[in-house]
Nanobody, 124 residues
Framework: QVQLVESGGGLVQPGGSLRLSCAAS????????IGWFRQAPGKEREGVSC????????YYADSVKGRFTISRDNVKNTVYLQMNSLKPEDTAVYYC?????????????????WGQGTQVTVSS
């Protein structure tokens, strides 16, 4: 059974940084595009960033461009989301997901396997 596990969330002050990790057991992440999504209370789940399986192409939402960086460590079978210059509006539950599509899918409906999420709270 595919199982994705996010970690690295927490409480951080505005302007701070966090690194989220998405790990998998019995599932090789580098075969799949991996996306990071977030959902704030009362809002729809939105795509934050994703990375392709083959050529390293990436996508970033406009709201996080220049602040967030997605990367893979295929040896550790982990995908990371480095989040810098965090803002209160970044507060949400962050999810990682794997897609069976090719390329850089950016919509939640294009993903097939999901983790349980990790809370990120940006507040002073």
């Amino acid at each position: 059974q595919v199982q994705l596990v996010e970690s690295g969330g927490g409480l951080v002050q505005p302007g701070g940084s966090l690194r989220l990790s998405c790990a998998a057991s019995e599932f090789t992440l580098d075969y799949y595009p991996i996306g990071w999504f977030r959902q704030a209370p009362g809002k729809e789940r939105e795509g934050v960033s994703c990375i392709s399986s083959s050529d390293g192409n990436t996508y970033y939402a406009d709201s996080v461009k220049g602040r967030f960086t997605i990367s893979r460590d295929n040896v550790k079978n982990t995908v990371y989301l480095q989040m810098n210059s965090l803002k209160p509006e970044d507060t949400a539950v962050y999810y990682c997901a794997a897609s069976e599509r090719v390329g850089v899918p950016i919509f939640p409906s294009q993903y097939h396997y999901w983790g349980q999420g990790t809370q990120v709270t940006v507040s002073s």
